[in-house]
């Protein structure tokens, strides 16, 4: 055996350069943190490397978010280039369909990691430069948190009708778009047991509500798109201090682990419009899997034609694994897979 494994340390095969990742997950979500070994992306905004990613590099997101190296719900953060002077780092979000244009568990995890390597202190800042804008977050030791991009109530007390059921939605942005259903209304059981259920049932009521209405976004075409469903409840929590439970379809039919950051912030900027959360009120919202994220209203802004909040919100990360991927010229699955 230990011929093997000092073979297997120097061969030539092993040694040669790969894309290399940090594992991490956020109240269970996945990260997969692209830190190493990647193209460098063209373009000063974010928004532009992505789509310089989406038109020259997808095939990397596939073989790194899809099975045999991730899976179905595999989550990714590519680090790239900032795009403000005065920013720390840039960063782009993947998953099974694409690219997502803000993600609060990555940045929990991403804040988390800078502060366990020592990048950064208790309290210190972090600029981060993401493709729905600029997002400052710190780690406080257990947890970090993080000022969102600013949230607004887009449209309220909308039908859709799927599979004969009408489902009443309200939609908000916290850095993407969601529709909110509340799920205690349409008696939808968000129990971990009901997850294949609720995949199935999210992604039909994206998939009718994105073809029906269009989510225009004030100021960059590029966030003007539905990213997904949020079932939520206030009576389906595990713990008397849980304010709501969230669970969110998004991508591909991809179901978030967590709250869902931008979700919350989402939820946040809905919750303050009906005058249920007031300034500076810390509230949890749980996850599918029971675990919270804190959210509060830290102010208001006006955004374009929107009044918009400003959310904070907090969550724990931590680091599973790191890798060093290969990608040999002859594997007939370079390009990946995926069973849902």
Known sequence: MIKFTQQIEHSALIATAGIHTIDMHTAGEPLRIIYKGFPELSG???VDKRKDCLENHDSLRKQLMFEPRGHADMYGAILVGKERDDSDFGVLFTHNEGYSTMCGHAIIALTQLAYKIGHIGIG?????????????????????EFINVPSFVYKTELKVEVSGVLYTFDIA????????????????????EN????????????CEIAHTLSCIHPYDSELSFLYGVIFYS?????EPSSHSKHVCIFADGELDRSPTGTGVSARAALLHAQGSLALNDTIEIESILGYCFEVSVTGGIQYANYDAVIPKVSGRAYITGKHEFILEDDDPLTDGFIFK
């Open 124 to 144: 210190e800042t972090l600029r981060i430069d993401t493709p729905a804008g600029l997002v400052i977050s710190k780690s406080m030791g257990k947890f970090a």
């Open 195 to 206: 997850h294949q259920v609720l995949k199935q049932l999210g992604s039909a009521l994206k």
């Open 44 to 46: 000063r905004r974010i």
């Open 173 to 192: 942005f916290g850095g993407a778009f969601y529709a909110f259903i509340d799920a205690d209304l349409h008696d939808i059981d968000l129990s971990t």
């Open 234 to 238: 206030s009576k389906q929590t595990n």
